[in-house]
């Protein structure tokens, strides 16, 4: 979660300043998570969308919500 990312980023930062990664390598690993996680989230939308679908068509959807 969020305070997990922020421990990332502040070794990500550390390892920056120590000279042990360029600013390039860690804007392209920041930009990958970020393309990651953008990624998990559009799966669960579709994974809710169609869930809600199912329980459309099954009629089941004014009971379960």
């Known amino acids: ?7 990332l980023l502040a070794l ?25 996680r953008s990624a998990y989230i559009d799966t669960l939308i579709d994974y809710r969308k169609t869930r809600a679908q199912l329980l459309k068509a099954q ?3 004014a009971a379960q919500y």
């Open 1 to 7: 979660g969020y305070v997990r990312g922020r421990a």
């Open 59 to 61: 009629g089941l959807l």
């Open 12 to 36: 990500a930062e550390l390892l920056r300043e120590q000279g042990l990664v360029t600013d390039f390598e860690l804007l392209r690993k920041l930009s990958d998570l970020l393309s990651a």
